[in-house]
């Protein structure tokens, strides 16, 4: 199982980035694709997730409005675009795949698989 993020970088605040995750090694149609960050000294923290079996997707407070998860089931890959970026945006990201079909979580321990995470800075 692999999951590969790219599209981290250095940004000013009020721009956009937009992140991709690769995944492969596991049915991804069938799992929910979401992402979770973590800023220097801090917990990791929920941002999104898109649910498989709903077709829903769900948003942390701090980036709702702003950020949008997409996925591609057809080329297994699942998107972060980042709008009205702030300093407080500033973090590790990290793609996660969950298979629960049932209710989506929040946690980052009922994640399956992470990816190894990028860089997004937002500077001020």
């Known amino acids: 199982v692999q999951l590969v993020e790219s599209g981290g970088g250095l940004v000013e605040a009020g721009g956009s980035l937009r992140l991709s995750c690769a995944a492969s090694g596991f049915t991804f149609s069938t799992y929910n694709m979401g992402w979770f960050r973590q800023a220097p000294g801090k917990e990791r923290k929920f941002v999104g997730v898109s649910q498989w079996s709903s077709g829903f997707t769900y948003y942390g407070d701090s980036v709702k409005g702003r950020f949008t998860i997409s996925r591609d089931n057809t080329k297994n890959t699942v998107y972060l675009q980042m709008n009205s970026l702030k300093s407080e945006d500033t973090a590790v990201y990290y793609c996660?795949?969950?298979?629960?079909?049932?209710?989506?979580?929040?946690?980052?321990?009922?994640?399956?698989?992470w990816g190894q995470g990028t860089q997004v800075t937002v500077s001020s």
């Open positions: 996660v795949a969950d298979s629960n079909s049932g209710a989506y979580s929040r946690r980052p321990g009922d994640f399956d698989y």
